[in-house]
């Protein structure tokens, strides 16, 4: 999925489907409390490809924490150490390029370098936020009205494997640190009794408002309108009316439009086809070459 991702709400899906099924569309047959369990179904079979990355700062107090209502699966972690706090007076407009943007977490632990081929990975000895370049210095900003804390100094911890988090990509996982947390009931716990932890994670597709969201997409839409339509005509056949000539239809069409959208968001873009092959050099170097690293007086030309 290399393209933009956009939403839209649910209570616009329905309304498409109004339109498509006016024949049958009433408040007793098309009903948004039964169909939106299809939508989340729809949803979940889509996968993690089309939730939204965020990241916010979590306050400790009394060794726990408070997830954001539209927490999902978490990505990664980091215990934020010193701050100082920057006040300034709203004076006009106001507009502010925090520098370097936000690039995906890619590996906690190494980085190389993309122009030297041939130089092993570096081992970075400080795990920074949102990493995109080795030797850099990064920051994190957390803004509280017209009071904005900087966050210059981090640190790692280490989280149990639960279901709330990437085991896959979250390299909290892996770290050996003296801190630790789990995810239980919505709520961080940590060995800490106060301090701030900062989280990048994947939201819930749920709106402001608190509505549920669907993918916008010309082509993933149809999965959607067909479930949707699908569970309808089950309803009504259910209810002994005959609309069987309309579910063999939109059946057939349902299957088609929803392997056209698993074939979407499945295939991979450059940035995940990139990451593929680092970890593929990252164990190439690994096998071939870090075998030999114990004999410092053999030099190698490549």
Same mark, same amino acid.
């Given at each position: 999925?290399?393209?933009?991702?956009?939403?839209?709400?649910?209570?616009?899906?329905?309304?498409?489907?109004?339109?498509?099924?006016?024949?049958?569309?009433?408040?007793?047959?098309?009903?948004?409390?039964?169909?939106?369990?299809?939508?989340?179904?729809?949803?979940?079979?889509?996968?993690?490809?089309?939730?939204?990355?965020?990241?916010?700062?979590?306050?400790?107090?009394?060794?726990?924490?408070?997830?954001?209502?539209?927490?999902?699966?978490?990505?990664?972690?980091?215990?934020?150490?010193?701050?100082?706090?920057?006040?300034?007076?709203?004076?006009?407009?106001?507009?502010?390029?925090?520098?370097?943007?936000?690039?995906?977490?890619?590996?906690?632990?190494?980085?190389?370098?993309?122009?030297?081929?041939?130089?092993?990975?570096?081992?970075?000895?400080?795990?920074?936020?949102?990493?995109?370049?080795?030797?850099?210095?990064?920051?994190?900003?957390?803004?509280?009205?017209?009071?904005?804390?900087?966050?210059?100094?981090?640190?790692?911890?280490?989280?149990?494997?639960?279901?709330?988090?990437?085991?896959?990509?979250?390299?909290?996982?892996? $770290?050996?640190?003296?801190?630790?947390? =789990?995810?239980?009931?919505?709520? @961080?716990?940590? +060995? /800490?009794?106060?301090? *701030?932890?900062?989280?990048?994670?994947?939201?819930?597709?749920?709106?402001?408002?608190?509505?549920?969201?669907?993918?916008?997409?010309? $082509?993933?839409?149809?999965?959607?309108? =067909?479930?949707?339509?699908?569970? @309808?005509?089950? +309803? /009504?056949?259910?209810? *002994?009316?005959?609309?069987?000539?309309?579910?063999?239809?939109?059946?057939?069409?349902?299957?088609?439009?929803?392997?056209?959208?698993?074939?979407?968001?499945?295939?991979?873009?450059?940035?995940?086809?990139?990451? @593929?092959?680092?970890?593929?050099?990252?164990?190439?170097?690994?096998?071939?070459?870090?075998?030999?690293?114990?004999?410092?007086?053999?030099?190698?030309?490549?």
């Amino acid at each position: 999925m290399n393209y933009l991702i956009k939403y839209r709400t649910f209570d616009s899906l329905v309304e498409d489907i109004k339109l498509d099924l006016k024949n049958i569309s009433s408040d007793s047959v098309i009903d948004p409390g039964v169909l939106i369990k299809v939508a989340r179904r729809v949803n979940y079979d889509l996968g993690l490809k089309i939730h939204k990355t965020k990241e916010v700062v979590l306050e400790i107090e009394k060794g726990r924490a408070k997830l954001p209502d539209d927490f999902y699966l978490m990505n990664f972690a980091l215990l934020c150490g010193s701050y100082r706090i920057i006040t300034a007076a709203p004076q006009g407009t106001h507009i502010e390029d925090v520098s370097p943007e936000y690039t995906p977490w890619v590996d906690p632990l190494y980085c190389s370098d993309e122009s030297n081929p041939q130089q092993p990975p570096c081992l970075i000895k400080e795990v920074p936020t949102c990493l995109d370049k080795c030797g850099n210095e990064y920051r994190l900003l957390q803004t509280y009205n017209q009071t904005v804390r900087e966050y210059t100094m981090f640190a790692p911890i280490h989280f149990r494997k639960s279901d709330f988090i990437d085991c896959d990509n979250c390299p909290n996982i892996q $770290m050996k640190t003296v801190d630790s947390a =789990y995810i239980k009931d919505g709520w @961080v716990y940590t +060995n /800490l009794d106060c301090g *701030n932890l900062y989280i990048n994670y994947e939201g819930d597709l749920i709106s402001d408002d608190g509505d549920l969201l669907v993918l916008d997409h010309p $082509m993933i839409n149809e999965y959607y309108e =067909y479930a949707l339509k699908k569970r @309808v005509l089950e +309803n /009504l056949i259910m209810d *002994n009316i005959n609309v069987t000539t309309q579910y063999q239809l939109v059946t057939a069409e349902y299957r088609a439009a929803r392997n056209n959208a698993l074939t979407i968001v499945n295939t991979p873009d450059f940035s995940e086809m990139a990451k @593929v092959w680092r970890k593929n050099r990252k164990m190439m170097y690994g096998k071939y070459y870090d075998m030999f690293s114990s004999f410092g007086g053999l030099s190698y030309k490549y």
